[in-house]
């Protein structure tokens, strides 16, 4: 049998002895075997050489792979070399037509069907569900949030003398007298609202020298929803409408309370599943310093990436968002263009 191996090694150096080498350029040297159509290109002749010497085996090797003997290689008069190239043709191809046995895939896990399974998946103690609100009051609330939202710019300087006041649960005034025309339409049809819904017990407005003058409510429930509670209201009912608006099955939950590994219970401001991926959304209108690095460790407990896990900074500049962003591992946006970074996301295109 070593007289077939000992035929393959004299057929490649006769047929080596056949090739033909040029020199193209500086450092270019080409190696040809025509009648095998073999042709490579090296920097010198010698690698040129063994180049077309590789080039020769592997074609040799597929040519028998094929069950086909090249000329020069047939076993006429030498029983041995015919009864090698017989059982090597044999071979080649009983391996080309063995089943491929594929690998056993690992069953997949479940994937959670609800956000609160989802949580329970992590191994979090749910301590608070979302609690559903009378629907009347929800419809109110949710339309003084989208009011506020959509019409910040025009509505900071309002916003900002109303939460200074729910401190101090007095009266508080502002001059509009250097505002725009949009400032005092919206200002005015804001407080306009509250007061209507009694969040504001008392409101005057003197169009002569455009002063308003507000006091808030102190019931707790409206406290809560002026400080912050209307910002995850918003993120959330413009997440549905957007999920809705794309036909995206979907889950939007606000206020889901859990215990930490270390028995810190934490809110989670808003909670959307789309599909099978889940994003994290927390919504701040104040001073966020302070929680920052803890949002970035709750973001390792519930496994999710930068581009799932979202800090909503009421008026933040995008530019300094971008920082925030590099700085602490999470997706800094404002109630501005937080919609348009989600989609991003959404679509694997995000930062």
Known sequence: MLGGVGAITRYLERVMAQARYDLLGPGRYVGELPEQGLRVEASHLEAAREALREALEAWLLEALRS???????????????????ALAAEMWRLLKEAPQARPQEAPRPRRPSTLEEWLQGLGLQLVRRPQPEDEEKEKVLTRLA???????????????????????KRQFELSLAEASQDEIANSTQFCTMLKQY????????????????????????VQNFLTGGW???????RLRKFLRSKNLPHEVAVGYQVALPGGEAMELDVLARVGERVYWFEAKTGEFQAHIAKYAGLKKVLGLSQKESFLVLLGMDKARAKELSALHGL?????????????EALEGNGP
């Open 231 to 237: 910002l995850e209201r918003y993120v959330a009912e």
């Open 198 to 221: 009694a969040l504001l017990t008392s409101y005057h407005y003197k169009s002569e020298d455009r002063r308003l003058r507000a006091k808030a409510s102190t019931e707790g429930w």
């Open 146 to 168: 989208l009011f506020l939202g959509d019409r910040y710019p025009s509505l900071e300087k309002l916003y900002e003398r109303l939460k200074q006041s729910l401190s101090t």
């Open 331 to 343: 997706t800094v946006v404002n109630q501005a263009n937080f919609l348009e970074v989600f989609q």
């Open 67 to 85: 069950g086909v003997v090249p000329p020069g290689l047939e076993g006429e008069g030498d029983p041995v070399r015919a009864r090698f190239f």
